[in-house]
């Protein structure tokens, strides 16, 4: 069974706006992790190595944007320790492959047109014992989209969306979805008798909790 026409579609329209940067916030603000999202009051230390470009703010400094309650960041802290994963790889993939597990934060800006987008993000391969660096958007002059500050936006926007989607496996979905309600589950299962009124009302949330 293959995809449906309408799925494609839709992809291919999301495919289009992909380097727009309010489309990687449109994602970020309905996506599985939205709770991660929260209002900058003051910057932590972590994004003391970078400069958020003037052009990003819309002529405005980062101290009144902070104050005027129009900055936001994402924390992926949940990723620290969880080393690159590939040792079973060849058994699911048929190939021996390595996943690699990158840090990344993201400083998101909402604009006058109420478009939240990213203004910086900081990513750090602590696995590796690299520095962490630090990436902002083009200069809006520059409109070849192929240039070198174009592409390296492109890219840390892709390690950062990576991420992201580690974080909703790990955490969101497998830990909170899986691994916190197993025991229900599991006690369900074992105690209730399948005619048990309580038994069939959550039978259909709980039927695939368990075979992860």
Known sequence: MGWSK????????VAKIYRQDEELGR????????????????????????AVPEHALEGKSLEDVIKEGHLFEVN??????????GSFSK???GSKQTWYV???DCLLYLRNDEKLVPVQIRLENRND????TWWGPPSPEISDLSHPEHL???YAKMWYRCAEVNVYSLCTHFARAHATNELFAVACYRNLPNAHPIFRML???IQGIIPV
């Not at 309408?6 to 329209?13: G, N, P």
């Not at 014992?129 to 962490?132: I, K, Q, R, W």
Request: proline share 7%.
């Open 129 to 132: 014992g690299e520095a962490p």
């Open 203 to 205: 039978q259909p949330h």
């Open 76 to 85: 992926f802290d949940d990723l620290i320790g969880i080393p690159h994963g």
């Open 152 to 154: 390296a936006w492109l």
């Open 27 to 50: 994602q970020t603000l309905c996506g599985p992790n939205a709770m991660y999202i929260k209002k900058v009051t003051t910057l932590d230390a972590r994004w003391e190595g970078g």
């Open 102 to 104: 990158v840090l990344a």
């Open 6 to 13: 309408e799925i494609v579609q839709e992809a291919l329209k």
């Open 91 to 93: 058994k699911l993939t």
